[in-house]
């Protein structure tokens, strides 16, 4: 399964960049951001909630602590294809995540049918809890993107992401299904993700204010969750109409 790490503490910083912000961005970082040995990937994910959207509710309200659960696979998965079970939390303004890995129908066992699997770790008991919590949790959303991650060559525990042609969908969540859905950016944008340990460095604040680059409050799940509702409100008003005529 790799070398992925499973363990993060971290601040985590989004930016949305149009087409010439990004490429001036990886000009004036090519002799220090080192693209990650994985290149381009393309991360799957199905986010888990309750029926009424409870999880996602409370995190667009930008509360002091959020969590989320998500199943996350690299590239579209067999049955028995590495997956990656992952509790995310975060907590004025820091990112603690956790993440188990197992194969994609040990998780749906797991998951959906609450069969524990076949080892106990201190992330697992995490991740039970949560789902004792949250009784009725389910698949909620999918969402797939791909992505080109890159560290410094000076500081590798700072990290960028680069995600493009992000995707969603609220049906067929399924991760064997395929990476397709509907998109959420607009054409020729990118969502960078300045993922650090602690304070931003000098080089790199100067760089993001020389290219007008400011960070945004932004979640994958919960625009895709908006855009969801907005499309349902405006079928729900059209099929109104119809019923009224």
Request: one cysteine or more; a positive charge.
């Amino acid at each position: 399964m790799g070398s992925y790490q499973m363990t993060f503490k971290r601040y985590e910083k989004k930016y949305l960049l149009d087409d010439s912000q990004y490429k001036e961005f990886v000009k004036r970082t090519s002799g220090r951001l080192i693209p990650d040995q994985y290149g381009t990937t393309t991360i799957c994910n199905i986010y888990f909630d309750t029926p009424d959207a409870r999880l996602i509710r409370a995190s667009l309200d930008k509360p002091v602590y959020k969590e989320k659960l998500r199943l996350r696979s690299y590239g579209t998965p067999k049955k028995d294809g590495p997956v990656f079970l992952e509790l995310k939390k975060k907590y004025k303004g820091i990112v603690y995540k956790r993440r188990e890995s197992m194969v994609l129908s040990e998780s749906e066992r797991y998951l959906l049918r609450r069969e524990m699997p076949g080892v106990e770790t201190q992330v697992l008991r995490e991740i039970d809890w949560f789902l004792q919590y949250y009784k009725d949790i389910r698949p909620a959303m999918y969402i797939a993107y791909d992505r080109i991650a890159a560290y410094d060559m000076q500081e590798p525990e700072l990290r960028v992401t680069f995600d493009w042609d992000i995707r969603f969908r609220s049906r067929e969540l399924d991760l064997r299904k395929g990476a397709w859905g509907r998109q959420i950016l607009e054409e020729g944008q990118q969502l960078m993700e300045i993922k650090i340990p602690g304070a931003m460095p000098v080089w790199l604040s100067e760089l993001l204010d020389q290219l007008h680059i400011y960070p945004i409050s932004f979640s994958k799940y919960g625009k895709a969750y908006q855009l969801q509702n907005v499309r349902h409100t405006r079928e729900g008003k059209r099929e109104g109409g119809k019923y009224c005529a």
